[in-house]
């Protein structure tokens, strides 16, 4: 389930840090301060992360494997609080050290995602699958960049691949159904099908039950407002952006525009980070650039 309950910043920390470091890995000097930065990470403590990460790698007591995987660590994390150039500079130099490792290509692809630089995202992730042909992280990646620029089919493409591997998965059925849809790529059928196994209830389901026919979007709106404060911005900028993508595919543009609007003022927050936390807002600003 590589998507459900997770931030898209929890599944690229999964994926360059499986472990936590262990003394065994380094000595301890290097070893506590990047665990400890990887506790203000969980914690959402961004700069305190990235000042212990750094501290860490200044230690010079971590073998080549730990400095490499604290040296992407503190790359996402300047990624996060909108340091571009220097969170590309870090991934720079994780690849340059370690190329066949796909996670830093994914990192970069990400910031460069959020710089609009969709093209370069998708030749880092290009870059990612072919060092791991499997990685469905990548694949979402490039897949969102495509949507993002509007190559709709392309980003089907990949969509269909993802939701294969995870058929449970609400997100990434939703994301396929838009694309095709978006691409003019019938899917009726096959997305009755998929939402079988979506559970109605579990956010995003009730979006699905919405293009299945079987919610309202007062009910959408209903059932985005539940949850913490945090759960109810993100799950109203979703709900925004799904009833917008499907009045932009019936048509009915003005509205369309106006739910795009809210989502980008609703939303200000993630205005610098919606790679990370809010990827339905980034879609929403680059369908309000498309739409007249």
Request: with cysteine; hydrophobic share 45%; net charge negative.
């Amino acid at each position: 389930m590589i998507m459900r309950k997770l931030g898209w910043i929890l599944l690229l920390l999964f994926l360059m840090s499986p472990v936590v470091l262990s003394p065994g890995a380094a000595r301890a000097d290097g070893v506590a301060l990047a665990n400890a930065g990887h506790q203000a990470q969980l914690q959402g403590q961004w700069d305190e992360a990235i000042r212990l990460y750094t501290a860490a790698l200044d230690s010079g007591d971590l073998n080549p494997k730990g400095r490499l995987l604290v040296m992407g660590l503190r790359a996402n994390a300047l990624g996060v609080r909108g340091r571009t150039e220097e969170a590309i500079a870090g991934f720079d130099a994780v690849i340059a050290a370690d190329p066949q490792n796909p996670a830093p290509y994914v990192g970069r692809g990400m910031i460069h995602l959020q710089r609009g630089e969709a093209d370069l995202a998708i030749a880092d992730d290009d870059a990612a699958i072919r060092i791991a042909p499997q990685d469905s992280f990548a694949r979402a990646n490039r897949a969102m960049a495509a949507f993002y620029l509007g190559k709709f089919e392309d980003a089907a493409k990949d969509y269909a691949i993802v939701q294969a591997g995870d058929p449970g998965d609400a997100g990434f059925l939703l994301w396929l159904h838009l694309a095709r849809g978006r691409a003019g790529i019938e899917d009726d059928a096959a997305f009755q099908q998929s939402a079988a196994a979506v559970d109605p209830k579990d956010w995003p389901g009730p979006v699905v039950a919405y293009f299945r026919g079987r919610a309202t979007a007062d009910q959408v709106e209903a059932a985005a407002a539940i949850g913490s404060k945090a759960e109810q911005l993100q799950q109203g900028c979703d709900a925004g952006f799904y009833l917008g993508e499907d009045a932009l595919i019936q048509g009915r543009k003005d509205e369309a525009k106006q739910r795009f609007a809210k989502v980008l003022a609703d939303c200000d927050l993630y205005r610098s980070n919606f790679v990370y936390f809010s990827r339905t807002y980034g879609a929403a600003a680059a369908e309000l650039k498309r739409l007249p």
